[in-house]
Each structure stands twice: as structure tokens, then as C-alpha cells.
């Protein structure tokens, strides 16, 4: 069964910090996909990586895929109180059909 | 607002009984996707239909089922509930099947059992 472990569990920080979360597994993933999730809504897809070693950037966001396709991160550059939310990480497998979560990151960004 | 609709958004019922939530999805798009999101599970790919046919199965109970109906809503049948099953239940629907396909989720259903 494929895993994804998920660091810090919660994060608290003042606006304007950096802050990096972690996504890994001892599975190798076809792609990678991160999601924000807001309290009373359903998840939102932020980017897909499917490359090792690829690196995406959104405005102050930015993802990287693991050399060996295990593990991703997610580094927002001067938090603002609109990133506060749940973020996930999901992959699936080399036959594009089990869907994995993580656990998720409670981040709170406080003004 | 994803497109994606879900109803009900809230449902509670009581051990035993069997429910059934449905979900539209956004128009032009063939893939259907459960989820079941609990605070101690996280969020669970539960089955994946794909132009009315399944596609992909996860750790959905015997006890639940879903199909997908010609025109492409579905429906998720929780039946014989037990406490454990109380949880958010979410819908996504995406244009084709695969990881590269973005899933757009629903606004989920609520389920209670007491």
C-alpha cells in the first residue's frame, strides 16, 4: 500500500515569513499533486509535478518533485493570511488509478 | 464554485440505516470521483467511474456502492451505517481519467450517523 507522510502536521506563522512543508513516501509516484482545502469546501488543485527533480513555480508558491519521485515540497515565500488553509499532497501510482492523500499541513497564517 | 454539485450537503440518520448521496458533475466531463474525508483518516479514494463504467477502486466498504448513470451523475450508496462512517463525502469529476486529468471537487456531503 502506497503512503504519504506529510510535515509539520500544523504550522503557525506571522504574515510575511517563509515556511516550507513536506510530503514523502517510501513509494515511487507517477505525479505528484498539491491541494489547498479551506474550511467547508472541497480541496483545490494548486499544480501537478510528474518529473523527478522538477521544480513549479506559482507566484509565491513553489514545488519540487523528488529526484527519485518520492517526496515533494512546498515553500510560500512572505506568507499572506490568504494561504491560511489545510494543504494536501496526493500521487498515484505508474497505472494512473490509486489515489493517495496525505494526511495534509494545517497552515495558520496570523496578520 | 467548481461546477461540481453534491447533494444533500448535510444528511443525518442513524445506525443501520442506508443512504444515498448524488453527485453532478461539471458539464462535459466523464470521470466521476468519491472521496470520504474523516478527522482521523484523512481524505480516501473511494472508487473513480468513468463514462458510466468503474474505473478504479480504493478502500471503499462492501457495505457502499456508486454507480454512474447515462447522463454521467452519480450516486454513492452507504448502506447498514455505523458510527465510524460519519464523514464528509466528496465528489470530483475530471474531463478524462489518469493523473494528468485535474479533479474539480464538489462542496461535499456532510453524513452524520448517530
Known amino acids: 500500500t502506497q503512503l504519504l507522510e506529510q510535515s509539520p502536521q500544523f504550522l503557525s506563522i506571522q504574515e510575511g515569513e517563509n515556511l516550507t512543508v513536506y510530503c514523502n513516501s517510501s513509494?515511487?509516484?507517477?505525479?505528484l499533486q498539491w491541494y489547498r482545502q479551506e474550511p467547508g469546501e472541497g480541496p483545490v488543485l494548486l499544480v501537478t509535478?510528474?518529473?523527478?527533480?522538477e521544480v513549479k513555480k506559482l507566484k509565491r508558491l513553489t514545488f519540487q518533485f523528488g529526484d527519485a519521485r518520492k517526496d515533494s515540497s512546498l515553500h510560500i515565500t512572505a506568507a499572506q493570511p490568504g494561504d491560511t488553509g489545510l494543504y494536501l499532497c496526493a500521487g498515484t501510482d505508474n497505472y494512473g488509478q490509486n489515489f493517495v492523500f496525505g494526511p495534509g499541513t494545517r497552515l495558520s497564517v496570523l496578520p | 464554485d467548481s461546477g461540481v454539485t453534491q447533494t444533500p450537503k448535510h444528511l443525518i440518520t442513524a445506525t443501520g440505516q442506508r443512504v444515498t448521496l448524488r453527485c453532478s458533475p461539471r458539464?462535459?466531463?466523464?470521470?466521476v470521483y468519491w472521496y470520504q474525508q474523516s478527522l482521523d483518516q484523512g481524505l480516501q479514494f473511494l472508487i473513480q467511474y468513468y463514462n458510466g463504467e468503474e474505473r478504479a477502486k480504493g478502500n471503499i466498504l462492501e457495505r457502499f456502492s456508486a454507480q454512474q448513470f447515462p447522463d454521467l451523475h452519480s450516486e454513492l450508496n452507504l448502506s447498514s451505517l455505523e458510527l465510524g462512517d460519519s464523514a464528509l463525502y466528496f465528489c470530483?469529476?475530471?474531463?478524462?481519467?489518469?493523473?494528468?486529468?485535474?479533479?474539480?471537487f464538489g462542496p461535499g456531503t456532510r453524513l452524520t450517523v448517530l
Open positions: 509535478v510528474v518529473t523527478g527533480g
Open positions: 470530483a469529476s475530471s474531463a478524462g481519467t489518469g493523473a494528468l486529468n485535474e479533479q474539480f
Open positions: 458539464s462535459g466531463d466523464l470521470s
Open positions: 513509494s515511487v509516484f507517477s505525479s
